[in-house]
């Protein structure tokens, strides 16, 4: 069981690494499924919490939308597209003035920015009068 076990886990976080566009657990589900034909949601979702919690995987999270998984676990920032729904990695430098400071009541340790907009792809399919 142990043995099975493991290659669950292997195969989640082979799925989260090769998957473009910062695959869903539904995503990791249908690649897995390829090797292991009947393994089930429960496994999936507790492999990739496991591993995030390993600090393997990174968990990217848009409110409203199921949660994504990263095999790249530096922080960095993501952007999605409003028309494919794809999440990119955004690697350009972004400043805020200053970390968001605490305040009395909350103490602040880590913020998150989403970025959003239009990917290359999506715009390149619009009409040339919208550019
Ligand atoms: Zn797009
Ligand atoms: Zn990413």
Known sequence: MAHRNTRQRQLVL???????????ADDVLAYVTEALPGVSRATI???L???VSDGLVG?????GEPDRFDG???RH?????????RVFDYDEPVSLSSPPPSTDEL?????????????RTCRDKRPRTER
Not at 16 to 24: D, E, G, K, Q
Not at 59 to 63: E, F, G, I, T
Not at 107 to 119: A, F, K, N, P, Q
């Open 59 to 63: 968990r990217v999270r848009y409110p």
């Open 77 to 85: 920032l993501h952007f999605r597209c409003d028309v494919c729904g």
């Open 107 to 119: 103490e602040v340790t880590g913020y998150d920015i989403w970025l959003s907009g239009t990917c």
């Open 14 to 24: 082979e799925a989260v690494r090769s998957l473009a566009s910062h695959p869903t």
């Open 45 to 47: 979702y507790n492999n």
């Open 72 to 74: 790249r676990t530096a």
């Open 49 to 51: 919490n496991q591993l």
